[in-house]
């Protein structure tokens, strides 16, 4: 790798097939998203240093992202939508801006 | 272009604006995550357990990162990015090498700096309940009332 960051380069997707199969997949991840945000006040205050993953509507939760992972993967292969998550030790106000 | 965000409510009670992505892993699958828009952040990064899940070789990263906290552990992968336009229009990939910290404490979400957001004029109006990211063709326009 350079010294300096390369350049990032965009691209449109135009493939029908590719499209069709991502279309999918994000309305997974929706589905994922909006269970999670709807769960999020009880997630969050409950599960404090741990990794969360929300596959097939449903929580996993674990120590590792390895492991919440495999738990959601054998709950439900066939969710590529999953939402993968951790959720910090202390709730702190944050300042990003890396 | 017009790419759709998002406010997300996060663990510690804030609402936060947020684009969802993929990312590409070292399988050629799409991993979903959601992206901070982070107009002060120079750098995409990836959060730890997205690196995890990842599974993509990382090189050493010869750039460092620090925020408030300090410099913080961090590696480099060389991937793609996806995100879905408005309307159903189909999605745009982003091809690069980004960033991604390697403690969990470090970053709870990754974040999509300005290397990514650059491209775009970025529009962040939680009152308006709006996040994206518009460019090519979509404009915004201030008006006074």
Known sequence: MADRPVPIIMEEVTDPEE??????????????????????????TRYRGK??????????????????L??????????????????PREKLARIYAN | MQINGEWLL????IIRPVIRGHIRDGHGL????????DTGADRTVFSAPVLAALTLQPSIALERLSGVGGIV?????????????????GTVVFHGQYAAVTEREALDMSVLGRDSTGLFAVVVDQSGNIVCLLGQQHRYTIEQR
Not at chain 1, 23 to 44: F, G, K, P, V
Not at chain 1, 51 to 68: N, Q, R
């Open chain 1, 70 to 87: 495999a738990l959601a993967k054998a709950a439900h292969p066939e969710d590529d939508g999953f939402f993968l998550h951790y959720i």
């Open chain 1, 51 to 68: 990794c969360i993953c929300i596959a097939g509507e449903e929580l996993f939760v674990a120590d590792t992202p390895e492991e919440v």
């Open chain 2, 73 to 89: 552990s961090s590696v480099v992968v060389e991937t793609q990015i996806r995100f879905r336009r408005e309307a159903g229009r």
């Open chain 2, 10 to 13: 996060c663990d510690d009670g």
């Open chain 2, 30 to 37: 799409w991993i979903h995550a959601p992206f901070l828009v």
């Open chain 1, 19 to 44: 499209l069709a199969k991502a279309q999918a997949q994000w309305e997974r991840c929706d589905r994922n998203t909006a269970w999670l945000q709807a769960h999020a006040s009880e997630i969050y």
